[in-house]
């Protein structure tokens, strides 16, 4: 068995031209990317320095307050600070004292610029250097934006993994050639990446974020990177400053997707054809059993997809091809050709493709389409159910494990549940 | 700066947004950057509404700052008033919105958009939510019935009122009115107008109509209603009827506003709980110590139904609502515990910890923090959380409301009967340590009922049991047999038994705590 060939694929073709709305969008913002993130990296601590908004929205949307103390909080800007009765800089400083002191556990804190932050000008990069200049080298500060004037939803993760990226070291001339594997991933699918990895003979492997922030690789001209999730422009952008080299593919979503992303690895360490297929033939085989299960009910199937997470064209993809659902609208918030071609090579010229929103627009436009399953987030899902209509919260494309070849058939899962449980419920609305 | 994790209360845009969610035929345009368009989720996801809320943000971008967020502000008030074609547009600014200072009331008066604007400024920097919804109900309720007289009644006609204050994400709102109308009802007195759960502008404007009005949650509309009553000279009844007493109470002075007889309501055959607290197994009820912290009308009440018509004893008490921390600073002092006014959930956890209450009575995040210290609980107050918009019809208010109290406030207690096992039989393996009142199954190890040893799997790191830890050298130690002993007390008490001991060894000068000190002890704190 072999990786199927993208060219002789049906179809392929660059993205259609977009339809460009500029008008109310409907996502969250940059902050809401700490909800992964601090429990990914489980020694990092992200500081918002904000308003009681920003502090609402992320327990809005943490939707669960589980912990007790979670390794997030916001510095609330008052009237006092914004009066200039009170030196923001220094208030600041003593916010994250108190915070340290009471939290020895952190090795890295990052400050996160809001809205508010950002139009005040309040410049948290400075506030860092010179917190560093406090704390490092026993713990690092860093900052990054996660404003929602600057950021959507996962940008906030783009912004923050290219803030380690700048501090990542420079890889000695010497050093083998590297693996890099960019994107924040559940920790289960990395285990299981990390396995075949090795099975395939790739000795340096890295992970970014890492769980700790101690473990943070070295780069340089020699690394290889390749992306898990594809919202991370900004990302990519400066580790080719730093000279590393992008392995394209599609994301590892599905069992094509995660063969694809693997074959694409593989070439680049020259791993030879019969190994590769004899190392992941087993998990191929697994995640097509698992999908078959979803299949039927996924089959013919017309989704639209609202912007969310720009995870939309891979989702959209990974529908199209392995669940033979047909593709009504791919929405999202921002198109990132480079990294999204992949994807739109395997799907038809046809489909229609949206960025930004104007959502009250895309909302007629929904309906217009009359869909069988709508992927949208946490704001539309009951108003759309509300009318009949079968809905997918996109949020959980972030929360629950999906890549690699033992989560294909949850992902499928995902989507075939709300269709599953239409068809079982004798209870209309 | 302040260091927040959980909040108990949102922006005081957010309050507006539950007026505007709560009205029919209103939109509210909110200059806002697109992250706070989260705020539409509160009301989708937790309240589970089944329409978006009537907001449009205007959700500008970095790039457009300094260009044209004023235009960008305008186009989406037009559009939103083409779209939805409400009878009136609220508009204001959200915290970001307010730094860059674009006027939204100023820009909609601009636009000539043929219906009434009313622009609100609400403080982002000061204010929050509570107080945003207050505001907003008061420019309303200003903005439509100001200017208006009442229509001219019959002689002899019956008497009408307003129930003021029911919001959308408000506690058991939805049920509380059900309830006070039906008192209302069995009164003969007419409801003029509810607000602003269900009305719409228009109803605003027939507000002076009412010969007086019921002031239900002061939180949200103790402005609006000193604002009628100086204007139209609309008395007001303040007694929120939470609990059978101000359930009486209630009745009482509406039935003297309206003019009529209030005692054929206030013998009603609804009241359940009076029997049920009155009846012999409610006895183990009694100086059950209980903590409460919540808004400010709903702590208040709480109290006093622990207090007075459960037998309970209140151990903490305390609020979020500033505006209000008169009238908790006030009821503390009546029940002999410090008032505790902040919304530091941190210092709340702390507070809880230090009072050993037997129940917690909360918002969701006292849930959570009872949930931890294996505390029963019982939420009483917004915030709240999905589960507590119950399918079923669950009212605070009136005589259902204080069933529903007695209810879901005694249910989470070990019951009388099963207290007493624990304690006479407390070698019994399904009582050792990690077992738990048969209800209370679900939290740590359950009592095992093939005598297998008890796992107390996913324990809390935090146990209320454990304050020995914090024990500064000098404080007596305890004896093995002594601390053997201790063991032998059920979970729920034991703690108090021990913080009781040490301070009684402490008082006494005793450095040894033996199972002598520990019954001393006992005497000398039994009540
Ligand atoms: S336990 Fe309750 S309050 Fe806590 S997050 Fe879950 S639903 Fe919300
Ligand atoms: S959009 Fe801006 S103000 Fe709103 S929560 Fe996000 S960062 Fe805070």
């Known amino acids: 068995m072999s990786a199927p060939d993208i060219k002789s694929a049906a179809c392929g073709s660059s993205v259609a031209a977009p339809i460009r709305e500029r008008g109310q969008h409907e996502v969250f913002c940059g902050l809401t990317s700490i909800i992964w993130l601090h429990r990914k990296m489980q020694d990092a601590f992200f500081l918002i320095v904000g308003s009681r908004t920003c502090a609402h929205l992320m327990q809005s949307a943490a939707g669960v307050m589980i912990f007790a103390e979670p390794r997030f909080g916001t510095a609330i800007i008052e009237e006092r600070d914004l009066a200039g009765m009170a030196d923001m800089n220094d208030e600041l400083d003593q916010v994250v004292e108190r915070l340290l002191s009471r939290r020895p556990d952190i090795k890295m804190l990052v400050l996160v610029g809001s809205c508010p932050s950002e139009v005040i000008k309040l410049d948290l990069d400075r506030a860092a250097q010179r917190l560093n ?6 713990r690092r500060v860093l900052s990054y934006s996660g404003s929602g004037i600057e950021t959507t939803f996962t ?12 501090d990542m070291p420079e890889k000695s001339e010497t050093a083998p050639a590297s693996l890099l594997v960019v994107g924040s991933m559940a920790d289960i699918a990395e285990d299981q990446f990390t396995r075949i990895f090795s099975s395939l003979g790739l000795e340096n492997v890295a992970f970014l974020p890492a769980r700790r922030s101690t473990e943070l690789a070295s780069i340089g001209p020699d690394t290889k990177y390749i992306l898990t999730q594809p919202y991370l422009g900004a990302t990519v952008t400066e580790l080719e400053r730093k000279g590393a080299t992008r392995i394209e593919a599609p994301m590892p979503l599905g069992e094509e997707g995660t063969t694809l992303w693997l074959r694409a690895i593989a070439d680049t360490f020259d791993v030879q054809q019969d190994k590769f297929d004899a190392i992941t033939g087993p998990g191929r085989e697994r995640a097509k059993k698992a999908l078959t299960h979803y299949r039927e009910q996924l089959e013919g199937r017309r989704v639209f997809l609202f912007p969310d997470s720009q995870l939309e064209p891979a989702i959209a993809r990974f529908l199209h091809r392995e669940m033979g659902a047909e593709i009504v609208e791919i929405g999202t918030p921002f198109l990132h050709r480079k990294i999204t071609q992949p994807e739109f090579d395997l799907l038809p010229d046809s489909v229609a493709v949206s960025e930004g929103q104007d959502v009250d627009k895309q909302i007629e436009r929904c309906r217009a389409e009359n869909p069988d399953l709508i992927v949208c987030g946490m704001g539309l899902g009951n108003p759309f159910e509300a009318e009949g209509r079968s809905t997918k919260w996109s949020i959980e494309l972030v929360f629950s494990p999906i890549h690699g070849y033992d989560q294909a058939g949850d992902l499928a899962e995902l989507f075939a549940r709300p269709l599953g449980r239409r068809a079982v419920l004798e209870v209309a609305v | 700066m302040q260091l927040t994790i959980w909040t108990y209360e949102g922006p005081p ?4 947004m539950r007026v505007a969610s709560s009205m029919t035929d209103l939109h509210y345009v909110l200059h806002a950057p697109q992250g706070d368009t989260y705020a539409d989720l509160l009301f989708t996801m937790i309240e589970r509404r089944k ?3 009537p907001v449009t943000y205007t959700t500008f971008q970095a790039r457009d700052l300094g260009a044209d967020t004023a235009e960008i502000f305008k186009t989406a008030c037009r559009e939103a008033v083409e779209r939805f074609k409400p009878q009136a547009v609220l508009v204001g600014a959200s915290c970001t919105a307010e730094l860059i200072q674009d006027d939204p009331g100023g820009l909609a008066k601009t636009l000539d958009l043929g219906i009434p604007v009313i622009p609100l400024e609400l403080p982002s920097y000061q204010k929050k939510e509570n107080w945003g919804a207050a505001e907003t109900f008061y420019q309303l309720v200003r903005g439509f019935a100001g200017g208006r007289t009442a229509e001219p009644k019959a002689e002899g006609a019956r008497k009408s009122c307003n129930i003021l204050g029911p919001t959308s994400l408000g506690f058991r709102c939805r049920d509380d009115i059900v309830e006070v109308q039906k008192l209302l009802v069995e009164l003969g007195v007419d409801v003029n107008v509810v607000a602003p759960l269900g009305a719409s502008p228009a109803d605003l404007t027939r507000l002076p109509n009412a010969d007086f009005n019921i002031l239900l949650y002061p939180e949200i509309a103790d402005t609006a209603a000193r ?4 204007e139209f000279k609309q008395p007001c009844v303040r007694t929120v009827p939470i609990g059978i007493g101000a359930t009486h109470k209630f009745i009482r002075e509406v039935a003297a506003l309206a003019g009529v007889d209030p005692e054929p309501v206030i013998g009603s055959e609804d009241d359940r709980f009076s029997w049920y607290s009155r009846s012999i197994d409610s006895n183990y009820l009694t100086g059950k110590r209980v903590f409460i912290y919540g808004d400010a009308t709903h702590a208040v009440a709480a109290a006093r139904v622990a207090e007075k018509e459960l037998g309970f004893k209140v151990c903490g008490l305390g609020t979020y609502s500033r505006e209000f921390a ?15 006014i902040t919304d530091d959930h941190l210092e709340i956890e702390d507070a809880i910890i230090a009072a050993q209450p037997e129940l917690v009575l909360g918002t969701q995040m006292e849930r959570h923090v009872a ?17 507590d918009f119950p399918a079923r019809y669950s009212p605070q208010m009136g005589f259902e409301g204080a069933n529903v109290i007695f209810d879901s406030w005694v249910h989470p207690l070990t019951m009388g009967l099963e207290e007493h096992l ?3 039989f407390r070698d019994d393996f399904e009582f050792n340590d990690d077992a738990k009142a048969s209800h209370l199954a679900t939290i740590g190890g359950g009592g095992s009922k093939s005598g297998k040893a008890v796992q107390n799997n996913g324990a809390p790191e935090k146990v209320i049991e454990e304050p020995a830890n914090d024990m500064v050298d000098g404080s007596p130690s305890w004896a093995t047999d002594a601390e053997k002993e201790l063991k032998k007390i059920p979970f729920f008490v034991r703690g108090k038994a021990r913080r009781n001991t040490e301070a009684f060894a402490a008082q006494n000068g005793l450095a040894l705590i033996t199972v002598e000190t520990l019954y001393d002890a006992k005497a000398h704190f039994a009540r």
């Open chain 2, 227 to 230: 604002w009628l009553e100086r």
């Open chain 1, 133 to 138: 200049k406090v704390h490092a080298p026993d």
């Open chain 2, 51 to 53: 329409t978006r809320p």
């Open chain 2, 422 to 424: 624990l304690t006479m």
């Open chain 2, 326 to 340: 008169r009238d908790v600073r006030a009821a503390a002092k009546e029940y002999g515990v410090e008032p505790l």
């Open chain 2, 13 to 16: 845009h957010v309050g507006a």
């Open chain 1, 155 to 166: 940008q906030g993760e783009d912004n923050f993994l290219t803030a380690l990226v700048r």
């Open chain 2, 371 to 387: 949930k931890r210290l294996r505390i029963p609980c019982a939420v009483i107050s917004a915030p709240i959380h999905v589960q």
